[in-house]
């Protein structure tokens, strides 16, 4: 982690402190229960690899891997395997209409194992970089393996911390659910798997509030006493542009899935568009066409910063 915080970039929703290695450790020590067979050297490695790539930009990725080779050389880098997982999510992408994109599959792989080892998940990157459609296609694939999961959304942006949270009365003492935690409750009450995502820019205001359900405690804290613990069926998901406004305490406690704007791109989009609509006729040289002109104005954009 040293050698982490030395040669990659600096990013705001980069963690390489002592409650990220306690993470570590944790599921490291959970795998070699599992697995005692496996050298420690190989599980430490890929515990490494599956709780750290998920959060690098594009560029960190390679640099990374190196630093993978250089500490780990009898090993090497071993990406994950989910196999079973990846076939299931395929077949998802053919039934809804969606592009098996390379990049995108490896994200929504990342975001799966995420919530294997993490109950609070962070989706970061621009628009148009698939976060929305990973959440949803994760979702669905757990659905056909056999355990059903559901996401509820909310946006916090659109209403104040006491709407989302709740609100007590000073005059007569009342107390009113807010919009957050009337849905924490309730999936708090369901028997198969919830993901709550909450869809908007991270504000300190509110996010804050949430920091004992992000630790090790699980649980939910209301202004009027009421501790609503969390289920191990749910996952709480942010789905955020970017945590320029999150505390680095909160950062560290969740588990980070980075989407930059090149792991989408735009023929997955226009490819998924040409299915669901069944226009094949116009594949051929939207392909062509399409794919010129950016290249095109992507040529005249480096000439000109040159």
């Known amino acids: 982690y040293t050698l982490c915080e030395q040669q990659l970039s600096k990013q705001p929703h980069y963690d390489f402190g002592l ?47 190196a630093l993978m080779r250089d500490v780990f050389p009898p090993v090497g880098e071993a990406p994950p395997s989910a196999s079973e997982f990846c076939s299931a999510l395929k077949e998802t992408c053919d039934e809804i209409g969606w592009s098996y994109h390379a990049a995108w599959v490896d994200k929504c792989l990342q975001l799966y194992e995420s919530s294997i080892v993490r109950h609070g998940i962070m989706v970061v990157g621009p628009s148009r970089s698939g976060k929305t ?9 757990l659905t056909r393996l056999g355990s059903k999961t559901s996401v509820w959304k909310m946006n916090p942006k659109s209403i104040t911390a006491p709407q989302m949270f709740g609100r007590l009365d000073p005059s007569t003492g009342d107390w009113t659910d807010g919009i957050f935690s009337q849905l924490w409750k309730k999936a708090a009450r369901t028997s198969h798997s919830i993901w709550i995502v909450v869809d908007g820019p991270v504000d300190a205001v509110w996010i804050e509030n949430l920091n004992t359900v992000l630790d090790d405690n699980k649980v939910l804290t209301l202004a009027n006493g009421d501790r609503v613990r969390m289920m191990p069926s749910m996952r709480l998901v942010f789905e955020a542009e970017n945590l320029n406004n999150a505390s680095p305490a909160t ?16 023929a997955p989009i226009a490819e998924a568009y040409v299915r669901t609509n069944e226009y094949f006729a116009i594949r051929s040289w939207l392909t062509e066409l399409v794919g010129a002109c950016l290249e095109a104005l992507a040529s005249v954009a480096t000439v000109a910063s040159n």
Do not use: C, Y
């Open 251 to 266: 950062v560290s406690r969740a588990g980070v899935v980075f989407m930059s704007s090149t792991t989408l791109g735009w």
């Open 133 to 141: 459609t990973a959440i949803d296609a994760v979702a669905k694939t």
């Open 19 to 65: 409650r990220n290695i306690l993470s570590v450790l944790r599921t490291a020590g959970a795998a070699k229960r599992s697995n005692p067979r496996t050298t420690e050297m190989v599980l430490m490695m890929k515990t490494l690899h599956d709780m750290n790539v998920s959060k690098f930009v594009a560029q960190d990725v390679q640099t990374f891997s």
